[in-house]
């Protein structure tokens, strides 16, 4: 309980000191009533924690007015991982896929934000993810605010250097998986998701590569996006996380309600009893997230 505050402490302090700027994500706020705290999750092949989650009704879904979604949830022992690379000392790559594939399976990237370490930002959904492909999580170069230990996240002197920084980072992680996985990632058709800090850099770094990441899920993290700039980076879908609780979900609503207009795949999936961490549901609301953007491939 003390780790779990002293965690939602220095989440909430770091994200105060992300102040708003012309070039870079705003401040967000963590509510003290979340339901989770970043934490971690085992990174060997035979750790016992189960990434499972129980079907839902269609009914109960967690996200705004979509039709019902197939249950693709892979159980722990259908999952290869989570395994760590390291992308230099101190910073693992956390990654995981399919057991059992027929080819390359899909890379699903993800960048985790300030104060989130990637066993906690894609570990909570790695059932979900590894039904999907290949997930692969890279470690930010810095640590959460000013302490010397602690939860990683990603530091540089202006916003376009920190992007930048991100998806080095990014690309480099996925060839050393590829290094040690030969044939088992394809980039046709590829995710990028990003929580917090890294949903605000996930689309820069779409515009930077034009047709390298056709979907988009953005979780809590009120991106200014427009259909415009994401049909010019060849991205066909974008989903959007908020949690219900949290001050990003209302922005988040006005950005679906622009693209919708323009004609723009885009949907909202909601968080319930949170506000910027994850919920207790999470593996269930990144299933029908990916099914979503992924309903677009065609």
């Known amino acids: 309980m003390l780790l779990a505050r002293a965690a939602l ?24 009533g979340a339901t989770s705290a970043p934490g971690s999750v085992g990174v060997t092949a035979t750790e016992p924690d189960a990434v499972v989650a129980t079907p839902r009704d269609a009914s109960a879904a967690s996200f705004d007015a979509a039709p019902p979604l197939p ?31 027929r080819g390359p399976a899909r890379l699903v990237a993800h960048l985790h934000g300030m104060c989130g370490p990637p066993s906690y ?5 790695l059932g979900a993810g590894t ?24 530091d540089a002197g202006t916003w376009p250097d920190l992007v930048a920084l991100m998806d080095g980072d990014l690309e480099a992680s996925i060839k050393k998986v590829e290094a040690k996985r030969p044939h088992a990632v394809t980039r046709a058709g590829a995710v990028l998701t990003g929580y917090s800090r890294g949903a605000y850099a996930a689309v820069p770094i779409a515009k930077r590569h034009p047709g390298r990441w056709p979907f988009l899920v953005l979780i809590e993290a009120d991106v200014a996006v427009s259909a415009q700039a994401l049909r010019a980076a060849g ?18 609503r006005r950005s679906i309600e622009a693209l919708e207009k323009d004609g723009f795949p885009a949907r909202l999936f909601v968080m319930k009893k949170t506000g910027h961490l994850y919920s207790e549901d999470m593996e269930l609301v990144m299933r029908d997230a990916l099914a979503f953007v992924l309903s677009h491939e065609s």
């Open 9 to 32: 402490v220095a989440l909430a302090a770091a994200c105060a000191r992300s102040a708003a700027t012309e070039s870079g994500p705003p401040a967000v706020r963590v509510d003290a």
């Open 71 to 101: 249950e693709t949830i892979l159980p722990r022992e259908a999952i290869d991982g989570p395994h760590e690379l390291l992308l230099e000392p101190g910073r693992p790559i956390f990654y995981a896929l399919p057991r059992t594939t």
């Open 121 to 125: 930002a894609c570990g909570k959904w």
């Open 131 to 154: 039904a999907v492909g290949v997930v692969v999580c890279p470690t930010g170069n810095a640590r959460c605010g000013d302490s010397p230990v602690g939860p990683p996240a990603w």
């Open 235 to 252: 991205v066909r879908a974008v989903a959007f996380v908020g949690g219900e609780q949290g001050d990003q979900i209302a922005g988040m």
